[in-house]
């Protein structure tokens, strides 16, 4: 009876757990390294219908509207609609107004960085093929 390593293969089993762990901590490090920045206040753009901008302060005017129909009578749909549709425009507008950056880091920082993910996923899926 032979026994089955990683992926059903023989053998493998320590390449599985060595490409698991560089590409956790590869990827752990990539992360670590972006910085995240928003750029979204009451004043800015959060989408464009026909050309038109519509800022996050409109987008909230239809929210308030919504809320209140809803607070008035709990079954009326187009408040629902109303209050629902606009937490999802301010939602997709916070998400597509931010900025995704790496922080600085040297040109080893980097290297390391890559070749843990990237050398971590060659040994992951080496493991995983049949032998």
Request: hydrophobic share 55%; aromatic share 10%.
């Amino acid at each position: 009876m032979s026994t089955r390593g990683a992926g059903g293969t023989d053998g493998g089993t320590g390449s599985f757990l060595i490409g698991v762990i560089m590409m956790i901590g590869g990827g752990y490090l990539l992360l670590d390294g972006i910085v995240v920045r928003p750029n979204f206040g009451f004043g800015s753009r959060v989408f464009g219908i026909g050309g038109v901008p519509i800022t996050s302060g409109m987008v909230l005017i239809p929210f308030m509207f919504g809320i209140g129909m809803v607070f008035y009578n709990s079954k009326n749909w187009i408040g629902w609609l109303l209050a629902g549709g606009s937490m999802v425009a301010l939602i997709f507008g916070v998400i597509a107004n931010m900025t995704l950056q790496l922080e600085r880091m040297s040109a080893f920082d980097l290297i390391v960085i890559l070749v843990l993910l990237v050398g971590g996923i060659g040994l992951f899926l080496r493991s995983l093929r049949a032998g």
